[in-house]
Nanobody
Framework: VQLQASGGGLVQAGDSLKLSCALS????????VGWFREAPGKGREAVAC????????YYPDFVKGRFTISSDKSKNSVYLQMDNLRPEDTAVYYC???????????????????WGHGTLVTVSS
């Protein structure tokens, strides 16, 4: 399974941005998908996860109400809509998938098996 994230850029605080992730390969194996980020000097953290089996999502508290994960199976794509962005949202964002677990909660609290290259999001104050 291959994942390719895109859509990052430079925005101002309060702006919105939508990231896209194109999936290819043996997609029938994908059980869950998610978005993670890594800010300078910090570890990688999950920001949104989605079960491809039942479309149940999971968000950590620090993005609830601001970020929305969605998928379009006809386009083999996963999206992350980010609203009301803050400077602390500045990070490299990665899309990821897991082939073994369908739980969105599990994905957001574990290390996915498949990773794409990141896309940089910079939020200026």
């Amino acid at each position: 399974v291959q994942l390719q994230a895109s859509g990052g850029g430079l925005v101002q605080a309060g702006d919105s941005l939508k990231l896209s992730c194109a999936l290819s390969g043996s997609l029938f194996m994908v059980k869950s998908v998610g978005w993670f980020r890594e800010a300078p000097g910090k570890g990688r953290e999950a920001v949104a996860c989605l079960s491809t089996n039942n479309d149940i999502w999971y968000y950590p508290d620090f993005v609830k109400g601001r970020f929305t994960i969605s998928s379009d199976k006809s386009k083999n794509s996963v999206y992350l809509q980010m609203d009301n962005l803050r400077p602390e949202d500045t990070a490299v964002y990665y899309c990821a998938a897991d082939l073994g677990h369908s739980s969105s909660y599990y994905l957001c609290h574990s290390r996915p098996s498949e990773w794409g290259h990141g896309t940089l999001v910079t939020v200026s104050s």
